[in-house]
Nanobody, 116 residues
Framework: QLQLVESGGGLVQPGGSLRLSCAAS????????IAWFRQAPGKEREGVSC????????YYADSVKGRFTISRDNAKNTVYLQMNDLKPDDTAVYYC?????????WGQGTQVTVSS
């Protein structure tokens, strides 16, 4: 079965950190561009960060630049999103997406709540 599984979400205080993981099964992430999206209640899903297949180049939304870091470990078939200095506005369900041409997979999402 081809699937992505996110983990690592939870409740954290403002200024805290979390590391999200996105593990693939049934296919190899080496050949996919990976992106993290998030969706807050009542808002549209937005792109947070992505990492390319070839050279590992990365992109970050302005709202998370300097605080979030995306990385991939092809040996573990996993992509990570390290989130530091979390703010209440970062509260959302976070999804990972793997894309390669006509192939597009989504995980089920992991909840991140930033609150004191």
């Amino acid at each position: 079965q081809l699937q992505l599984v996110e983990s690592g979400g939870g409740l954290v205080q403002p200024g805290g950190s979390l590391r999200l993981s996105c593990a693939a099964s049934g296919f190899t992430l080496d050949y996919y561009a990976i992106a993290w999206f998030r969706q807050a209640p009542g808002k549209e899903r937005e792109g947070v960060s992505c990492i390319s297949i070839s050279d590992g180049s990365t992109y970050y939304a302005d709202s998370v630049k300097g605080r979030f870091t995306i990385s991939r470990d092809n040996a573990k078939n996993t992509v990570y999103l390290q989130m530091n200095d979390l703010k209440p506005d970062d509260t959302a369900v976070y999804y990972c997406n793997a894309n390669s041409g006509p192939y597009n997979y989504w995980g089920q999402g992991t909840q991140v709540t930033v609150s004191s």
